[in-house]
């Protein structure tokens, strides 16, 4: 048993924790499809495993399956290429060539799960007001994907980036009544190209609350017995049907989750349901494919 950290076409990476409960330790990647497993090489590297990450991205150019192992500190990163010649892992140096060059605490900071974008782009949070860092699984190169101009100064407490509709989205709590999407769609003249997709404002959203035997719909306006979340208790964890759908958490102190909701964007609807993540738990959407299915049952096929 495990923890599931990226799901990517028919496949999900589990990585199992360590005996001591912290970090990482063996990964192995699962096909939901066939339930066969493959378990990977242990990693050589000098790092803890305190605070990696761990990811599964697609090459469609090699159409090849890679494992990237971000390690912490200045220990760079490894990628794992399965089916590939060499059988073990590459390791490639990190991000940021000095400690001052890095945004966060060295000491203290985690690399969590990436957002992945069309199975290919990776893009981590780095403790940053400026920018992401990202990797290409083709070219296995790092860099900065820089944020929107959202006409202030971003706070980095206040955003949270998430896959929706295949591309990276920049979502932003502007105020305790108004939550701002931004779309990265193109590159443009070698700059990102961020487009304002859609803003969540308390004045003009409809509000359901769910109930275990019925709903009832009612504005804003009229919240007295049944009153609207904060927004600035409310995290980004995911989103569903191409990115139409928000899934928000709602924090009701500090590292203790509360209800789910659910914002639809074409209707303005936020939905509140009586489910709950448990502490440190992620949300990992999955979306099933036959598309690589046969390459993906022919890398398998000698663990199951």
């Known amino acids: 048993m495990g923890k599931i950290r990226l799901s990517c076409d028919d496949l999900i990476l589990v990585v199992n924790q360590n005996r001591n409960g912290s970090g990482i330790g063996t990964p192995y990647v699962e096909n939901l499809l066939t339930k066969s497993s493959l ?33 912490a500190d200045q220990s760079g990163y490894k990628i794992f290429t399965l089916g590939g010649s060499d059988d073990g892992w590459k390791r490639i140096p990190g991000p940021f060539e000095e400690p001052y060059d890095r945004p966060f605490n060295g000491e203290t900071f985690r690399w969590g799960d990436p957002v992945l974008i069309n199975g290919q782009v990776m893009h981590w949070y780095v403790d940053s007001d400026e920018y992401a860092i990202s990797m290409n699984v083709s070219n296995e190169k790092t860099y900065r994907t ?68 019925s709903s009832s719909k009612t504005s804003s306006k009229l919240q007295d017995n049944n009153p609207l979340p904060d927004f600035m208790r409310l995290f980004p964890v995911a989103s569903l049907r191409d990115g139409e759908v928000i899934v928000f958490m709602h924090q009701t102190s500090k590292n203790v989750s509360g209800c789910l909701y659910f914002y639809e964007i074409r209707h303005m609807e936020l939905k509140k349901f009586n489910l709950r993540m448990k502490d440190r738990s992620s949300f990992v959407p999955h979306r099933s494919s036959l598309i690589h299915w046969k390459h993906e049952k022919e890398l398998l096929s000698k663990s199951s």
């Open 39 to 71: 378990s990977l090489p242990k990693s050589p590297s000098d790092c803890r495993h305190v605070q990696c990450g761990a990811a599964i991205g697609f090459d469609p150019s090699k159409k090849q399956y890679k494992v990237v192992h971000m390690c």
């Open 146 to 213: 820089y944020y929107p101009d959202i006409g202030q100064e971003i706070e980095k407490e206040r955003y949270k980036l998430l896959e929706m509709g295949e591309y990276l989205a920049f979502v932003y709590k502007v105020s305790s009544t108004q939550i701002d999407v931004w779309i990265l769609k193109d590159y443009c003249h070698g700059q990102n190209c961020w487009v304002k997709r859609h803003s969540i404002s308390k004045e003009s959203m409809k509000y359901i609350k769910s109930s275990s035997s």
